[in-house]
Every structure is written in C-alpha cells, then in structure tokens.
C-alpha cells in the first residue's frame, strides 16, 4: 500500500510539472494559434489524469475507513455514507466550513438523508486536508 501511495505522489508530481510547463507554453503564445490551443488542450488533459488520480485515491481512502461507505465515483464527486450514528451530515459540513473547505450536506435530497455527504475532487493538497478533517 505504502508503494502504491508512493508511486501516485510521483504520478501527481510529474502532472503538475508537465501542467506547469504546458501553461507557461500557453502564455508563451498568442491566444487563437494552434501552438496555444495544443498546449491548452495538454492542461486540459492534464487536469483530467489528475482527477481521476484523485478520484481513486480518495475513494481507496475512504473505502477503508470504517467511519464512511464510500461510492465507487464515476465523475469529479463522491457519495459517502456517514456509518457512525452520532454524526449527522449537518455536522460535517460545519466542520469542513469552518475549515474553508466545501462538502455537500446531503440531507435534504431524495432517497439519502442526514448521514449522507458528497464532495467534489479539488487538487491533491486540498483533498487531502478535506479527508484529514473526515477521517480525524
């Protein structure tokens, strides 16, 4: 597990630098040439190999915490069911507010209720600060 995790943050770390350079390219070139419309087109994929890094990551994380029942995603959120009874979604979203961080309090949808969350993948540091405060 130890290598796996490893082996994403290496992952992660290469995107970021490609993205970095692909936008310095981006401002290298003038808006509407095809230079910079393959070098947007590279960010744009770019953060899209994040997202999904992030998407399996995060739901690896909590799929083994036995505080959450965590959704397979499919797109840029997850669904998590809150499995300790003493705490509502109501509750988390608080706390995460007051950390300057957004989940989505899902008590109010359909079908779900008061211990159901989701929330959107963000960038690698700030999903982690977000899963800290869950999982904590």
């Known amino acids: 597990r130890e290598e796996e995790t490893q082996k994403r943050k290496a992952t992660l770390d290469k995107l970021k630098k490609e993205k970095e350079e692909a936008e310095k390219a981006m401002q290298n070139r003038e808006k509407g040439t095809e230079l910079y419309a393959l070098a947007e087109e590279k960010v744009q994929n770019i953060d899209s190999e994040i997202i999904k890094a992030e998407r399996e990551r995060m739901y690896e994380l909590f799929n083994s915490s036995s505080r959450f029942k965590a959704y397979k995603p499919q797109g840029n959120f997850m669904l998590l069911k809150i499995l300790d009874k003493d705490i509502k979604s109501g509750q988390l979203f608080d706390?995460?507010?007051?950390?300057?961080?957004?989940?989505?309090?899902?008590?109010?949808?359909?079908?779900?209720?008061?211990?159901?969350?989701?929330?959107c993948f963000m960038n690698p540091d700030e999903d982690s600060r977000l899963s800290e405060i869950l999982l904590g």
């Open 95 to 119: 706390k995460c507010i007051r950390k300057g961080l957004m989940i989505r309090d899902c008590s109010t949808f359909p079908y779900l209720g008061e211990n159901y969350i989701r929330f």
